[in-house]
């Protein structure tokens, strides 16, 4: 028995609303850890990660064939439609950090925006890669740069930068940096056959995938000590290093189950993007019951 209908799971995933829903709870995550309270980040966020991952999608069409057969179906079946809605999603979501945020969170909203131009066309005046696309690793640096600035320094500007939040809020983009590069290279490794055939240089085709795997785990454990480091000194709350345990230890599993098993790494790369879900649970439970991180 199918959970899920066939078509309502290719109009979520494909249209990147699951995405944009994902970043909702990223920036509640972020917000939470710099003690700012939920603002019009959170509807901002969404509408500028719909609409600028559909374009990536839209401008990737022929090279994304071999790795997403069925989203490049559904994306080329009506691309005026979803050139339109994306374009809206943008422009609503630049009025709203404007209103909310002024200068800075436009600059903000719109530094996603400029990343995914350069990232996605080629408009580099370097003969051997004219996209960060084909930059090795540094195409998961921008990607990872970009989600990090959105999601931690939004809330920030539409908070009107109070100084207290602002250290928090370095936190959490340092975390949210190293969340990204991992959900970046997870997704690499299923992009790994076409990637290949069309030369772009990511960890799992310069050092493999078990390779890319080990230095993935690496990087969890960072970010552990990142939050237990910033929660021993109070630069975030206390209760932040249990909260996000759960989300850790999901994204580890996700990780290892990458090889070695039977699951579909296309699945198993939708549900890495759901890591904010296990993230907004552990803290709404950390902090409705008053959990502490011992130390």
């Not at 630049?94 to 909203?109: E, K, M, N, P, V």
């Not at 109070?162 to 370095?170: C, D, H, N």
């Not at 969890?220 to 206390?238: D, N």
Request: glycine letters at 8%; proline letters at 5%.
């Amino acid at each position: 028995m199918q959970i899920v209908p066939k078509r309502l799971y290719a109009a979520v995933v494909h249209s990147s609303v699951f995405l944009g829903v994902a970043t909702i709870g990223e920036i509640y995550v972020a917000s939470s850890l710099a003690g700012i309270p939920p603002n019009a980040a959170l509807l901002v966020g969404f509408l500028i990660t719909v609409g600028i991952y559909n374009f990536d999608k839209l401008a990737d069409l022929d090279a994304d064939e071999a790795n997403y057969a069925g989203r490049t179906a559904f994306v080329a079946a009506h691309p005026r439609l979803y050139a339109g809605l994306s374009a809206l999603a943008i422009v609503v979501a630049l009025g709203l950090s404007i209103q909310r945020g002024g200068i800075y969170g436009l600059g903000l909203t719109l530094f996603p925006g400029v990343v995914a131009v350069f990232y996605s066309l080629p408009l580099l005046p370097i003969p051997s890669a004219d996209r960060l696309k084909d930059i090795f690793l540094v195409n998961t640096t921008v990607v990872a740069l970009a989600w990090a600035v959105l999601v931690a320094f939004v809330p920030l500007a539409v908070a009107a930068g109070q100084s207290t939040y602002v250290v928090g809020a370095l936190v959490a983009a340092v975390w949210f940096f190293i969340r990204s590069a991992i959900s970046v290279e997870v997704h690499n490794v299923r992009d790994v056959e076409g990637d290949s055939e069309n030369g772009v240089a990511t960890l799992p085709t310069v050092v493999g995938v078990r390779r890319t795997q080990l230095i993935l785990y690496t990087m969890e454990l960072f970010s552990v000590g990142l939050i237990a480091g910033a929660a021993w000194l109070g630069y975030i709350p206390r209760w932040a290093p249990i909260a996000l345990l759960p989300a850790i230890a999901y994204s580890v599993w996700i990780t290892y189950a990458l090889t070695g098993t039977t699951r579909s790494v296309e699945r198993l790369c939708t549900l890495r993007d759901g890591e904010g879900v296990l993230m907004v649970l552990g803290i709404i439970v950390a902090t409705s019951s008053g959990m502490i991180l011992p130390i």
